[in-house]
């Protein structure tokens, strides 16, 4: 076996020496980190900002799903007629009252679509709006209190519930004017 040099052994303990003050100047950050957790998930569904959105939706397409509502009750009602008179009816004017209801049933199929996909488009841009309202409100608590960091708590284990930001961040959401 090789005998290192005088120089090469200087180098290999000033190495381990600079890892060794590595470590304990990370342990020491370490152990001056402040950590924090919040249930998402409970702020979101607890905010007057999710509520607000959620009524805007409400008000926003409730009136047009009452009137896709009413238009499916109308469309049943016609097929049921249709059964009903079939055997009083002639064929051609059976096959007339099929295409017309098929016709009526499509148009229907594509509105309901359209005002579905409508719906979800706004309900994805005002959650987004909540979430980063959220996002911002507990990155500005989490500086203005100095914490290093703040988790969700989904991918946790465990944390002890000293470090539950929850319910000072929901104060904070409820104070905060609902756009």
Known sequence: MKRLSRSH???????????????ATAGARAAAMKIGVVN????????????????????????????????AKTLQLKQQKLQRN?????QDQVAQAELDLREKVESFRQESGKVQEALNTRRNELFT????SIALIVQNYAKQHGFTLVMMN??????????DLTPSILRI????PAK
């Open 9 to 23: 052994s200087v180098v290999w303990m000033i190495a381990a020496g600079m890892l060794v003050m590595g470590l």
């Open 40 to 71: 998402y998930g409970v702020l979101v569904q607890s905010s007057p900002q999710y509520k607000a959105a959620i009524a805007a939706l409400r008000s926003e397409f409730l009136p047009k799903q009452k009137q896709l509502q009413a238009e």
């Open 86 to 90: 079939q055997a009083t009816m002639t």
């Open 129 to 132: 709006k909540v979430q980063n």
């Open 154 to 163: 989904d991918g946790v284990i465990y944390a002890d519930p000293a470090l």
């Open 173 to 176: 959401l409820k104070a905060s």
